[in-house]
């Protein structure tokens, strides 16, 4: 374990040099004071977890000390925002640090969000407000919990800086932690503003540290988009299969590891409902929570554009054309694991659509049906499900073609609790939760945010007093509007 003055940098994205990031120093907030830090996410940097509560700790992340190997950059890329290409984007409000290497040998950068203007900051302020920097950084830790790839987050730090969104609000930074930070929307930047030379030395860093795999096949670069299609339709498969909404699915906020990247108005599902959209901004349903299939796809075939330089055209369609038989085979996977089978059989895909299709309509809570429908054995189980339903008779169909698929099962009885609630979570981040955790830290008590993050932290597990986490969310948490505005 390490104290906080022993981490070891390899700055390897800094040395790709100004063509890529900017040399730019944080700005610091005034009186920067832990808000939450993440011990998990501390021991992927070897950090000792007392080290939190250290001073220096919240002047690290708060951005008023550096370690004088970390040299901050603020990269550049682009990308498609709802559909529009927008030429420059970049790292705003956002530095990476550096990279870190830990005693196992992995680099993770370490980027400090909120840390002031950048040349990329446009008509922002560079800064992070303390309810986005919670969420963000509740929801991180809560997706890798569920065995969801995500980029992770270190520690929130507070601070009585003001900043101003449609009320006053308190700036916060929030330190990432991710293998990489390039996103689909750095090989666009170099693509469209016709830069080859850039783009290839881009390109050839990312496939050396991050697909060393890709290295020796025929066509590494081809290779290596096979397998960010592959991580994708992986993620999206879980995102789909769990209820997790992004909210801003735009080509600059999807990482080229396959990794939930960059939160905004996330949720997850509370009541089950296709068509939810938890962006309040995205008038059009963009990214609502069943279009979160076609536009992965879509910002896949973006990225296939940007490396048409490199790979034929032809190759990037036929491993385009993988993603949807891939996502379709890991959600049909992960929905049999939650409803308790272990084999696959050939109708189980028209059983899992319908059980959505009477969800719809009814006010069926997306977490907790599966949760209880393990609880106890199935025709029990179905009974204590069946009252959220409006189609009682098409449940009652359903519930019987259900039990006889169990019933061809090899195991349907024997330890289906334990299967079923190891991939059934208790606990999610409802918005709701997050919402209650951020007033109380807005009032400047940390505890909740604590707590909840602590029982996010085993969703699977049922906690002893910590029943009120698991609840469905009351009237006034039902219908809260998350915007893009953090
Ligand atoms: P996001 O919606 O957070 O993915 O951000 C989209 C773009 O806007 C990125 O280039 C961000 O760096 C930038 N951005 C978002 N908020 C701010 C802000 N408060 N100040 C400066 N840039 C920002
Ligand atoms: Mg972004």
């Given at each position: 374990m390490k104290a906080l003055d022993e981490l070891i940098f390899d700055n390897r994205f800094a040395r790709l040099g100004d063509a890529f990031s900017t040399s730019v120093l944080p700005d610091p907030i005034a009186e920067p004071r832990l808000v939450v830090a993440s011990e998990a996410a501390m021991a992927l940097l070897d950090l000792e977890p007392t080290e939190a509560h250290s001073p220096m700790f919240a002047e690290l992340f708060g951005g008023h000390k550096l370690w004088s190997e970390a040299e901050p950059r603020a990269m550049v890329y682009s990308g498609h925002q709802f559909g529009g290409y927008n030429p420059r984007l970049g790292d705003g409000r956002g530095l990476l640090l550096g990279e870190v290497y830990n005693d196992a040998g992995e680099h993770w950068d370490l980027h400090l969000k909120g840390a002031g203007e950048t040349p990329y900051s446009r008509m922002g302020d560079g800064r992070a407000v303390l309810r986005s920097s919670i969420r963000e950084f509740l929801a991180s830790e809560a997706l890798h919990a569920l065995g969801i790839p995500s980029s992770r987050a270190l520690c929130v730090i507070g601070s009585s800086t003001p900043v101003w969104r449609e009320t006053q609000e308190r700036a916060a930074m929030l330190l990432r932690l991710a293998p990489s930070h390039v996103r689909f929307g750095h090989f666009e930047y170099f693509y469209y503003t016709r830069q080859p030379e850039q783009q290839r030395i881009l390109a050839e860093h990312v496939l050396k540290l991050h697909f060393p795999e890709c290295q020796t096949e025929p066509e590494p670069y081809l290779a290596m988009f096979r397998s960010i299609v592959e991580r994708n339709a992986e993620l999206i498969a879980l995102w789909?299969?769990?209820?997790?909404?992004?909210?801003?699915?735009?080509?600059?906020?999807?990482?080229?590891?396959?990794?939930?990247?960059?939160?905004?108005?996330?949720?997850?599902?509370?009541?089950?409902?296709?068509?939810?959209?938890?962006?309040?901004?995205?008038?059009?349903?963009?990214?609502?929570?069943?279009?979160?299939?076609?536009?992965?796809?879509?910002?896949?075939?973006?990225?296939?554009?940007?490396?048409?330089p490199f790979i034929s055209v032809p190759a990037l369609q036929e491993t385009l054309a993988l993603f949807l038989p891939l996502y379709e085979a890991h959600y049909l996977h992960l929905m049999r694991r939650r409803l308790g089978l272990l084999r696959a059989e050939e109708d189980d895909k028209v059983l899992i659509e319908r059980l959505l299709q009477l969800m719809q309509p009814g006010a069926v809570d997306y977490t907790l049906f599966f949760r209880k429908l393990g609880d106890q054995p199935a025709e029990q189980a179905l009974q204590v499900v069946r009252d959220d339903f409006v189609d009682l008779a098409g449940f009652d169909r359903w519930a019987v073609d259900y039990l006889a698929r169990i019933a061809r099962e090899p195991d349907n009885t024997e330890g289906r609790r334990e299967r079923m609630h190891a991939v059934n979570p208790l606990y999610i981040l409802r918005n709701y939760l997050a919402q209650r955790a951020i007033e109380a830290a807005e009032g400047g008590d940390y505890e909740e945010v604590r707590r909840l993050h602590q029982v996010l932290c085993k969703p699977f597990e049922e906690q002893p007093g910590m029943q009120a986490y698991a609840e469905r969310p009351p009237e006034w948490g039902k219908h809260l509007e998350i915007s893009c505005s953090s």
């Open positions: 789909q299969a769990y209820g997790f909404c992004h909210g801003v699915m735009n080509t600059d906020n999807m990482s080229i590891l396959g990794i939930t990247f960059d939160f905004g108005p996330f949720a997850f599902l509370d009541d089950f409902d296709a068509n939810f959209i938890c962006n309040h901004s995205d008038d059009q349903g963009r990214y609502s929570y069943s279009n979160q299939v076609p536009i992965a796809h879509w910002n896949l075939s973006a990225l296939a554009q940007a490396l048409t």
